[in-house]
């Protein structure tokens, strides 16, 4: 009878040494499931950096154009205001110029009008 009960030990040992052996290989490839799931996650989130670095570099390369182009429009703005000053004086000078000229004219006519007419 001893030797049926330390067969039946032995069995038992044998049994819950396979269901340790069972249970280390599940957590094996539950901890190599959780590795790998954990390495897809790192490799997601350095392309979704890699992204966000893109993202804001395009961002501040769209920042300096818009700057470079604002600065652009004040410059043409100030050249519109000169020219338009230039303009205005170029026609007040044309309009000088046209009321002398019909000045004279006006002269000229009344004194040959007085010659013509004395």
Do not use: C, P
Request: aromatic fraction near 2%; hydrophobic fraction near 35%.
């Amino acid at each position: 009878m001893r030797e049926r009960e330390a067969e039946q030990a032995r069995n038992d040992i044998a049994q819950l040494q396979q269901l340790k052996h069972q249970e280390a290989d599940h957590y094996k490839r539950a901890i190599e499931d959780i590795r790998i799931t954990h390495e897809e996650n790192i490799r997601k989130l350095m392309l979704r950096d890699e992204e966000v670095r893109l993202a804001h570099k395009e961002i501040n390369e769209l920042n300096d154009k818009s700057n470079h182009q604002l600065a652009e429009i004040d410059a043409l703005k100030l050249v519109i205001t000169e020219l338009e000053e230039k303009n205005r004086k170029l026609s007040e000078k044309l309009n000088e110029i046209i009321f002398n000229k019909a000045a004279v004219y006006k002269q000229k006519t009344i004194e040959q009008l007085r010659r013509g007419g004395s």
